[in-house]
């Protein structure tokens, strides 16, 4: 977890007790049944972050926080209803480990995106509103990611290696999954993107399989994907010039 995202996580916790939140949840429990069960925002809290089944509610509940939030907009209630999205916009950026982006700051835009998605006067009337604020979040997102990710690449540019890796030269390299996952290793790429180049490069799957090519979750593999294997190139480029 990145230092921006664990101070963020500790004002989170801090405000739970604040009397500005509870002022504020008090205004939005009196005026919505659905907050109507938890005495105060830490309860709230717990039931969202827990994997209790509970049919519809917590959907409804999400319905209901957007639109307290977007009607009674204080720091607070923001700096709350950002905490609740912690997990959410967590595994968001997780998918871009071992990118080369800087953890800090993919942590700080994605919260402003957050920001921007819960702005959306059209979100309550969604049918799953959390999946819409992740992908509202990541739609905000992706001009950002696209900009970093070009600046990283011109950093670490695309050349074609002076000569083919001699893979026959030990039989320790007589299979090319086990020498690219040798190399990826020592590359420092994530085994995540390591494991995705894997399977579809030397292996029999399409990007399409793995997930829906108009989907968030395919552009993030895409993105993934290009970038470990610029850093792969630039390691073995590295290597073959100055050696191990």
């Known amino acids: 977890m990145s230092p921006s995202r664990l101070a963020f996580v500790w004002e989170f916790e801090q405000q739970l007790e604040s009397d500005r939140l509870r002022e504020w949840f008090a205004?939005?429990?009196q005026r919505e049944v659905a907050l109507q069960d938890f005495r105060d925002a830490g309860s709230l809290?717990?039931?969202?972050h827990s994997e209790a089944a509970a049919g519809n509610q917590k959907p409804e509940i999400w319905r209901v926080l957007v639109r307290c939030v977007q009607r009674d907009r204080t720091p607070e209630a923001v700096v709350f209803v950002l905490g609740l999205l912690e997990p959410?916009?967590?595994?968001?950026?997780?998918?871009f480990e071992g990118s080369g982006l800087n953890a800090d700051d993919l942590w700080q835009e994605t919260v402003a995106c957050a920001l921007q998605a819960l702005a959306n006067p059209r979100l309550t009337k969604r049918g799953?509103?959390?999946?819409?604020?992740?992908?509202?979040?990541?739609?905000?997102?992706?001009?950002?990611l696209e900009n970093e990710l070009e600046h990283f690449q011109r950093q670490v540019p695309?050349?074609?290696?002076?000569?083919?890796?001699d893979l026959?030269?030990?039989?320790?390299?007589?299979?090319?999954?086990?020498?690219?996952?040798?190399?990826g290793r020592r590359a420092g790429i994530a085994p995540a993107a390591l494991d995705l180049?894997?399977?579809?490069?030397?292996?029999?799957?399409?990007l399409s399989?793995?997930?829906?090519?108009?989907?968030?979750?395919?552009?993030?593999?895409?993105?993934?994907?290009?970038?470990?294997?610029?850093?792969?190139?630039?390691?073995?480029?590295?290597?073959?010039?100055?050696?191990?």
């Not at 180049?197 to 029999?204: F, M, S």
């Not at 829906?212 to 010039?241: D, F, G, T």
């Open 209 to 244: 399989q793995l997930a829906n090519p108009k989907s968030a979750a395919y552009h993030r593999l895409h993105h993934a994907r290009k970038v470990a294997e610029r850093r792969l190139q630039a390691w073995l480029l590295r290597r073959m010039s100055f050696g191990r």
């Open 158 to 165: 695309l050349l074609e290696a002076p000569y083919e890796p």
């Open 27 to 29: 205004r939005a429990h």
């Open 88 to 95: 959410a916009l967590g595994k968001l950026t997780d998918d």
């Open 45 to 48: 809290r717990r039931f969202l």
């Open 128 to 144: 799953a509103v959390l999946a819409g604020i992740v992908w509202d979040t990541f739609k905000h997102l992706c001009p950002w």
């Open 168 to 183: 026959d030269a030990d039989p320790e390299w007589s299979d090319d999954k086990a020498a690219l996952a040798y190399w």
């Open 197 to 206: 180049i894997l399977a579809t490069r030397l292996g029999a799957k399409r």
